[in-house]
């Protein structure tokens, strides 16, 4: 499967621009059919606290423009926002289909407290997982990547591809390469992780988007500007790690390797 992880300069609090950013940074790759493309964490808003202007529905121009992408390229392309009433806001990865059809609508477990987002966003309830292109596909957001117990749950349930969406800052550039790499070695998956780069009012970002082999190895990456990181992943690499090695079935998380592909719990 091939993996194309869009890494904008997120423009602040302007959806129209950045619909417009992320609609060209992809046409101008053309993605290959069955592949999967991602998009960073309120791709369309930036990290801003201002619901006025980062809360949509169900609906919204933001699933629009990834419908749009997944039906014109055949592909699945996934993306973060923010969706609720006044009261309940979560932030959210949706991945959508070909079809136009919402494959998985999962929201972050853990607001960001350092930044007052545990004030405006309600933690999500659990892992959510879809099927792609061999693939078990578990997304996370940004502050999750810090709580590694949250990526064991999804692989239990029968993870292959953890992707992490983010606006991770430029302070922490290394913790975020560190945990990419620690996800994918203690899990036996591949970790596709993608941030913005740029700047907005308060934080820079240092892009850095990348994807990671089951032991650890640096498949792709990306450096600060803005672009479109291509890599070719495979299932068989989780599947031969995981015979290889046996720790996920010492941890009594798989029985066998014939399970890796079987999830558990949706």
């Not at 609609?23 to 493309?37: F, I």
């Not at 029968?158 to 550039?173: C, D, I, K, Q, Y």
């Amino acid at each position: 499967m091939r993996l194309y992880l869009c890494q904008p300069d997120i423009v602040w609090e302007d959806r129209r621009a950045n619909l417009q950013k992320v609609r060209a940074m992809v046409e101008s790759v053309r993605p290959a059919p069955g592949s999967l493309v991602v998009l960073p964490e309120m791709f369309s808003t930036g990290f801003s606290m201002n619901p006025a202007i980062t809360r949509e529905g169900i609906a919204s121009e933001s699933t629009e423009l990834m419908g749009d992408l997944a039906r014109q390229f055949q592909c699945c392309v996934m993306g973060g926002l923010v969706h609720g009433t006044r009261g309940t806001l979560f932030n959210q990865a949706v991945a959508m289909s070909p079809e136009r059809r919402e494959l998985v609508r999962f929201s972050k477990l853990h607001p960001f407290s350092p930044a007052g987002e545990d004030r405006l966003i309600t933690p999500g309830a659990g892992v959510a997982l879809f099927e792609w292109a061999g693939f078990v596909v578990a997304p996370f957001i940004c502050y999750d990547l810090r709580f590694p117990e949250d990526f064991r749950t999804a692989v239990g349930q029968g993870a292959t591809l953890l992707v992490v969406m983010a606006n991770w800052p430029a302070s922490r550039e290394d913790h975020w390469v560190t945990l990419l790499r620690a996800r994918a070695i203690e899990n036996q998956a591949v970790v596709a992780g993608v941030n913005r780069c740029g700047a907005d009012p308060q934080t820079a970002y240092p892009g850095r988007s990348m994807v990671v082999g089951p032991r650890g190895e640096i498949l792709a990456e990306a450096g600060a500007e803005e672009t479109v990181l291509e890599a070719e992943v495979s299932p068989d690499l989780v599947r031969e790690s995981r015979e290889a090695f046996p720790a996920l079935r010492d941890a009594g998380l798989i029985g066998s390797p014939a399970e890796v592909f079987r999830p558990r719990i949706w």
